[in-house]
């Protein structure tokens, strides 16, 4: 069963509770502000879990020019919880090297995959490709 889509500006959602995972998509350049929204609508939808995996795709936003303060700051906001797969779909380039900070940043706390596309992130998610 897959919920609606839970829209925002810069962030739309869908719940899929059969795969017990979360599909997000950046539409315009991420903020923090825009995270936090993201990580509040969550938290406040009964159809989520904090174990679910977690697919945030970038891939068809504006590149984003996060600081690394930031980052951190996206990386304590999460509401997921350590067991959850985080794969992030982005861009190469700024989009790319943004992912990959955050990923060193959540070594101790997230599960984080960097992905170029789609087919690639939900086969890591299922365990049959190594990222």
Partial sequence: MTSAPKD?????????????????????????ADMKGLFERLRGDPDFDPSFDHVSDYA?????HLTSDELRQIVE????SPT????????????????RMYQAMSE?????????TEDEALEWMEGEADE
Avoid: C, H, N
């Fill in 77 to 80: 906001l999460s509401v997921f």
């Fill in 8 to 32: 925002d500006p810069a962030i739309r959602y869908t719940i899929d509770i059969d795969r017990r995972m979360v599909i997000s998509k950046a539409t315009e350049a991420t903020t923090v």
């Fill in 108 to 116: 101790r706390s997230q599960t984080v995959g960097v992905f170029a």
């Fill in 84 to 99: 959850a797969k985080r794969a992030l779909i982005v861009q190469p380039g700024l989009q790319y090297g943004l992912a």
């Fill in 60 to 64: 068809d936003a504006r590149p984003t």
